[in-house]
């Protein structure tokens, strides 16, 4: 059975910091490439950051966002630095199987930032 298991998300204040993390189960975590989405109140959901062969990143989180994995670990992680209220949103990870059509999706975990 795929899982993808989010956590780390909560309420921050602006210009804080949160490390997300998505625990994969259920399928061969190293073959996969993995991003995180992100979607806010009455917008849709808006690719956030992936890892496969390299990194891509959305313009508006370059240089405050990282994505890693840990291969070993089945887990991968987005660290969350200088974050703004327009960060507000369910971060989602999802993988993929490049080439094909095959992908999986967590459940979210909620980032709110506010003061």
């Known amino acids: 059975q795929v899982q993808l298991v989010e956590s780390g998300g909560g309420l921050v204040q602006p210009g804080g910091s949160l490390r997300l993390s998505c625990a994969a189960s259920?399928?061969?975590?190293?073959?996969?490439?993995m991003s995180w989405y992100r979607q806010a109140p009455g917008k849709e959901r808006e690719l956030v950051a992936a890892i496969g062969s390299s990194t891509n990143y959305a313009e508006s989180v370059k240089g405050r966002f990282t994505i890693s994995r840990d291969n070993a670990k089945n887990t991968v992680y987005l660290q969350m630095n200088s974050l703004k209220p327009e960060d507000t949103g369910v971060y989602y990870c999802?993988?993929?199987?490049?080439?094909?059509?095959?992908?999986?999706w967590g459940q979210g975990t909620q980032v709110t930032v506010s003061s």
């Open positions: 259920g399928f061969t975590f190293s073959n996969y490439a």
């Open positions: 999802k993988a993929w199987l490049r080439y094909t059509t095959t992908e999986y």
